[in-house]
């Protein structure tokens, strides 16, 4: 898939997390590997989103605002459309790149858990 086509795909996943038709860890399983950093940028929005559920349940204001966040992030790649560079910097430090199926048995899973909770 090109990237147009991938970022069509990723707007339709962080909708479907939105509504409740998938989980974030399953909807972060089927991003692509890739280097659009539009793509990388919604996988660490998710991230995120997943990471702040405490958050998200003791604070309303704050989970209608990262909703709408995610939401425009989503409307934006379903559209095919490139993120405004604000937002794509935001997560910049992050940038990493896309968890991929772990490798090296339990030591590319223990690799990975690190780098996922940002030790590694």
């Known amino acids: 898939m090109d990237d147009t086509a991938n970022r069509k795909f990723i707007g339709r996943l962080v909708y479907?997390?939105?509504t409740g038709q998938k989980c974030v860890r399953e909807a972060i399983k089927l991003f692509p590997e890739t280097k659009d950093r539009n793509i990388i940028c919604a996988y660490h929005a998710?991230?995120?989103y997943e990471a702040d559920e405490d958050i998200r349940y003791?604070?309303?204001e704050y989970r209608e605002a990262q909703d709408e966040y995610l939401e425009y992030i989503a409307q934006t790649l379903?559209?095919?459309k490139i993120l405004p560079k604000n937002i794509i910097d935001e997560y910049s430090p992050y940038y990493r790149g896309i968890a991929t199926r772990w490798q090296d048995g339990w030591k590319g899973a223990l690799h990975e858990f690190l780098r996922f909770i940002n030790i590694k």
Do not use: A, K, N, R
């Open 16 to 18: 479907q997390v939105l």
């Open 46 to 48: 998710l991230v995120h």
């Open 58 to 60: 003791h604070d309303i």
């Open 78 to 80: 379903s559209e095919g």
